[in-house]
């Protein structure tokens, strides 16, 4: 029988609940010896599990009910600090790993993202060997570091206890510190200006059904609940094909998810992303297509994004009106439009793309449509698409880095400001740490 349980306790928080902070540091570390690792790594052991999914999900829930209630801060009530720890296959070499456990490992761990550039568009000016240090030598990176708090001195003083302990310096060394900072002018908004981390999957165990009796397979309207062992190793997986031929989400849970070794249960793989966002060339983009098009600037960027600034989608929600025209103006704005279409989750997520196959609201290339096709047909087949779709998800972690850019740095040649994104995933997705520039 497939595993659906979940061992919240067991699973590291940034996995199932997401850290959800203000301020974020990763360091990424190099285990000077053997014994010096595995002797930190063990102090680091009870740190890493106070942050477990159940405490993360626990805190968030709390947060959110006070922000229900009308508390604009509520980290001035409450607050924590979450770490966890993520090791690359090289550093689980470095620590001595034995070698079948290390072989056991997909190809795609053990290679890393820098042998997999190609495949996944990083060339040119993006490919793996025009990567800042450290991560253009990316073996000498053996784990991940994840510090993160709603205040900056909270994080300061927690990584400051962390690397200035005896068995951190005798056995770690730190080969560069990545800062995250959620944008103090626009929160939650990346260095293009529009809402980020909308769409993420809904967790089955985790994620609670808005509408339990008309939906109970969905956590927020449009947001599809998916079987654990999608994300985490050893539990439930969901089936790429559709249940008696029907043309939609195979809600059966599938075979338990496996890779590596058996005592990798309650696991994820991790992929570290560092991307840098080209602001001023992404602007005039937007002009120049709206100037070509008649449109606005507001309706231009919405079409290369799927969605407005504010969050709003420009497709067609569930329940509105017919016909429809996406608007001009981006009617998520907080002064002069409904801001709930993009902050509120029951809102902003419920639409598909099957209405609209051509594109002619949402284009084929927006960056969403790309990333979730959601029920649009894909080479699986009309009837098995929406169930094989939900079997390439990810769930993301992304906090911008850099100040925002502004009137008064408008091209600034020293401006380098992106996102930093943690995407997890089981079975051969791989730890991989890479930075890439604007290509």
């Not at 980020?196 to 967790?203: A, F, H, M, R, T």
């Not at 509408?211 to 539990?235: A, I, K, M, R, T």
């Amino acid at each position: 029988m497939p595993t659906t349980d979940l061992n919240l306790e067991n699973i590291q928080g940034n996995v199932l609940g997401g850290f959800n902070k203000d301020h974020q540091l990763n360091l990424f570390l190099k285990f000077k010896d053997n014994a010096g690792g595995r002797a930190w790594v063990k102090e680091i052991a009870d740190e890493v599990a106070k942050s477990s999914s159940a405490n993360v999900i626990q805190f968030n829930n709390e947060f959110s009910r006070l922000r229900r209630q009308g508390v604009s801060r509520p980290e001035d009530l409450i607050s924590a600090v979450w770490v966890n720890l993520a090791l690359s296959w090289r550093g689980m070499e470095a620590l001595g790993l034995g070698r079948g456990d290390l072989d056991s490992f997909p190809d795609e761990f053990k290679g890393g993202m820098a042998s997999r550039g190609a495949a996944i568009g990083d060339v040119g000016p993006s490919a793996p060997n025009q990567w800042v240090p450290p991560f253009d030598k990316p073996g000498n990176i053996h784990a991940v570091l994840i510090v993160a708090a709603d205040h900056s001195t909270q994080l300061q003083a927690k990584v400051d206890a962390i690397t200035g302990t005896a068995g951190f310096r005798a056995g770690v060394e730190v080969l560069m510190l990545q800062a995250g900072k959620t944008r103090a002018d626009q929160p939650g908004h990346e260095h293009f200006g529009f809402k980020d981390g909308i769409s993420q999957p809904g967790v089955r165990g985790v994620d609670m059904p808005d509408d339990p009796v008309s939906n109970p397979d969905q956590g927020h309207p449009g947001q599809d609940l998916l079987w654990p062992g999608e994300f985490v190793l050893g539990y439930a997986t969901q089936i790429p094909r559709a249940r008696n031929n029907e043309d939609s989400l195979n809600t059966d849970p599938g075979d338990d998810s496996g890779s590596g070794p058996a005592w990798t249960k309650d696991g994820s793989y991790l992929v570290f992303r560092r991307l840098r966002q080209d602001v001023p060339g992404f602007e005039r983009e937007v002009h120049r297509l709206a100037n070509e098009l008649g449109w606005s600037a507001d309706l231009a960027g919405a079409k290369m994004i799927g969605r407005y600034r504010s969050g709003a989608p420009i497709e067609q929600r569930k329940f509105q009106p017919s016909p429809y025209t996406p608007p001009q103006i981006d009617p998520g704005r907080p002064f002069d439009g409904n801001p709930a279409l993009g902050d509120n989750n029951v809102l902003n997520n419920n639409f598909e793309f099957g209405d609209d196959p051509r594109g002619a609201i949402c284009p084929l290339p927006s960056h969403i449509r790309k990333a979730y096709p959601r029920d649009e047909v894909t080479p699986a087949g009309p009837a098995n698409s929406e169930s094989a779709t939900q079997t390439r998800r990810i769930l993301r972690r992304g906090i911008p880095y850099g100040p925002p850019m502004s009137a008064t740095i408008p091209t600034a040649p020293g401006w380098i400001a992106g996102c930093c994104s943690s995407a997890i995933r089981t079975a051969s997705q791989a730890i991989s740490n890479s930075s890439r520039p604007p290509g």
